[in-house]
Structures are given as C-alpha cells and as structure tokens.
C-alpha cells in the first residue's frame, strides 16, 4: 500500500514539472495518432444493419457474419496460358464450378415486364409466381469459361499465380460469384461486346476467356483504373489479341456512351460502380461510407440508372444487356432496373425484355447460395459456407 502512495506522489510531481519544461521540448499527441470517431467501416455497418435486416429478414444475421468474415476466392483459368494449371488445381481438391452443375430439367417462366408498353405505371413491379408458365431451353452460358473453387467450406486460400514460359500468368484470383455475369451474358462467335465499366479487369478477362468475341470495347471513365487494367490484360492475354482492331481501351464517361455509340453491340455488361459491401466493411480506406463522400453515395443510384440506360443503347436490336453490382442494396439493384426499363421505354422508345435467370441459379446451387425470391434478376448471397459475393445480375434484352 506505502509503495502504491509513493508511486502516485511521484507520477505527480512529473506532471507539476511539465510546466517547466521549455514548450518547444514538450510532447504532444499528434491528431493523426488519435482514433477515428466515427470510422467508414462502423457507419457502413450500421447502415446495413438498419436497411438489410428489413430487406433480407432472417437471412441478414448469416449474410452479416459473411460479409464480416474473410472472403473465399476462385481462380478464373487463363486459356492463352501454357501450363496445365487445372490439372494442378484439381490434384488439391478443387473444382470447375461452371463444369460443375446440376443437370436435372426443371420448368422455367419467361419474364416479359417490359413489352409493348403492358405497364403504365413509373416503376415496372413483375412477380415471378405472376406469369404465364412457358417451358424454355436451359439456359446458354459462354462457353471456356473456366473457374475453379475449393468445396463448400474448404477456406484453403491460392497461392499467387506464377508465370509460364511466355510470361503469363496461369490464373487470376477473383471472387468466383463475379464470373456467374460473365457466363450469363452468353457471348457467341463474332459478337461485338462492350464492357462499359471494366476496371480493375477481372471480368473483362472472364470474358476474353470465350475466345469468341469479335470486336470488344472495354471502358471505364477512371484514368488511374483504366491503367490497372491494362496491366492486368497484358499479364494474361497476348500482344495480338489486344490491338486495336480487336480490342480498345477508352477512358470516356460511360453514361454518354448512347451518344457515342448507339445500336452497336450484340452484348453489353454494365459493372456498374456500387458501395461495394465487403469493401465498406472491412476497409476505412477509399470507403465510401467516409463522411466527406456522403454525397457520392447518394448519387450512385443516378449514377447506376444513367450506366445502364446508356448500355441499353449502346446495344443492336435483338442485343442482351447484363447489369450488375456487388451490393445487397435493393436500391441499386431492383429498383435501378425497374426505373431503367421504364425509362428506356417512355424516353428512348426501346422495348426490354427481361431474361429468366433461374436456371443458372439451380445450375450452380451446388456452388453458391442465392437469394430466394427476388422479383427481377437473382443474387449471390454470402454464406459462411460458401462466403462469395454479393453478386446481383439481371439480364435484359433489346426486342426487335
């Protein structure tokens, strides 16, 4: 106890004596040591808390501690690489999950929401349980993609790739649920593609993995994104197949695009920049939930509309659009496709159809968890089991 009292006597004799300590020997904490109050990650949590468990119900408590958890990844195969890579990936357990699918038939529904003017309300509201039942054709994916996963619940990670004998890499390490827009949008032999929003490059990769794109634009309005890009297409694809009669790069303002190009592209994907969910979580930095770019998000809603209208037509008649996000957000997802079906109707007079995505969600089940019963396009949800996306698409095509 006497040792305990001496040592406080002396902790404030050290403190009377700061004030004779010249001011300029005197140490203060610096500003940029102190703790952020309010950190992006915390406000992103609470923002998702507050909207998600509304929009998702009893769902958001797994989706939550996924998105909180370390992500799983795929590796998209490099086919202009010249190491049998697959066949190593595959000796330690992992599998082609667009090879690996279920194959019992079951019934689909087309949804047409937007045809010949039917709807006459500002919003287009479809309800699958709604339409007529109609059997289809199982769904056409892209062909060469190639994607391998360890199993539900294996959390073994990648190792980096390694470059061939030629210099390029075997594989690019990407969330697997971000190649399921890439598949779906279905690129055939000779088709003009444009890729509005491509940077970092992953998609864009995915699908130059067809080997049947014949013209392929690929955009994206950041200057410094666009210079990643790049330098990814030049560590997987050969010189030859990234010249400028097969294949340009531009750094133009992607809601203009209708201005640019109009009624050109057999396939547009419209990647469309979101709050990206797993970023704002578990990243303070370049959030978007920061307090100095509340604004910002705000407009990313406008912002989405505008991408996606552009594409719309940017496309050929009888072309397919492919939206996407990486955001649970209804208000990306949904509600940007609605209001653009609408629009493109009312404003540009071109008539949408909107293509069944179900049979890829039961096809790839095995894989990945999706949200159930959503009315327009389908979602990857994260699952501890499967922590992938989220990953929300829905496909649109230009009726003649």
């Known amino acids: 106890m006497a040792l305990l009292m001496e040592t406080r006597l002396l902790l404030r004799k050290v403190k009377d004596l700061r ?4 001011k300029r020997h005197r140490v203060k904490e610096k500003w940029a040591a102190t703790r952020i109050k309010h950190p ?14 509304v929009q998702l119900g009893p769902l958001w408590p797994s989706v939550r501690a996924a998105l909180l958890s370390e992500r799983k990844y795929g590796a998209l195969l490099n086919n202009y690489g010249h190491d049998d890579v697959q066949a190593e990936l595959q000796a330690k357990g992992c599998k082609d999950f667009p090879s690996d699918i279920e194959t019992e038939a079951e019934p689909c529904l087309e ?4 045809v010949a003017g039917e709807e006459e309300s500002s919003h287009v509201s479809v309800n699958k349980s709604d339409l007529d039942a109609q059997q289809l054709p199982a769904l056409q994916l892209s062909p060469n993609i190639k994607c391998l996963v360890f199993p539900r619940g294996d959390i073994t990670r990648f190792k980096p790739a390694r470059p061939d004998m030629f210099g ?10 971000s190649v399921l827009p ?15 929003c491509a940077a970092p490059g992953g998609k864009t990769l995915a699908l130059l993995q067809t080997k049947s794109i014949g013209f392929f634009g690929v955009n994206d309005a950041s ?5 990643r890009l790049r330098k990814v297409l030049h560590s997987y694809v050969p010189k030859p197949l990234l010249s400028d009669e097969k294949l340009r790069i531009t750094t133009f303002d992607g809601t203009k695009w209708g201005e640019i190009e109009k009624n050109t592209f057999d396939r547009v994907l419209v990647d469309v920049p979101c709050t990206t969910d797993r970023h704002s979580l578990m990243e303070d930095d370049n959030n978007i939930f920061s307090k100095n770019r509340t ?10 509309l505008d991408l996606l209208l552009a594409g719309i037509e940017a496309a050929c008649p009888g ?12 208000i990306q997802n949904l509600s940007v496709v609605e209001q653009a079906i609408h629009t493109a109707r009312e404003d540009h007079g071109i008539q949408l159809q909107v293509v069944d995505l179900r049979p890829l969600t039961h096809m790839f089940r095995k894989t990945f968890d999706f949200a159930p019963d959503l009315p327009l396009g389908e979602m990857v949800v994260p699952h501890l089991a499967a922590n992938f996306g989220p990953i929300y698409m829905c496909k649109l095509r230009r009726l003649t």
């Open 19 to 22: 004030c004779l300590t010249q």
């Open 40 to 53: 992006a990650t915390g406000l992103a949590l609470q923002n998702f808390d507050s909207t998600y468990s």
């Open 111 to 114: 949804q047409e929401p937007a």
């Open 168 to 177: 390029y890499l075997g594989y690019y390490l990407m969330d697997a649920a």
């Open 182 to 196: 890439c598949l779906a949008l279905n690129v055939q032999e000779g088709h003009n593609v444009l890729d509005l």
């Open 223 to 227: 200057v410094s994104r666009t210079t």
């Open 295 to 304: 604004g910002e998000r705000r407009r990313l809603p406008q912002l989405q």
């Open 319 to 330: 072309g397919e659009i492919l939206y996407s996000t990486c955001t649970l957000s209804q």
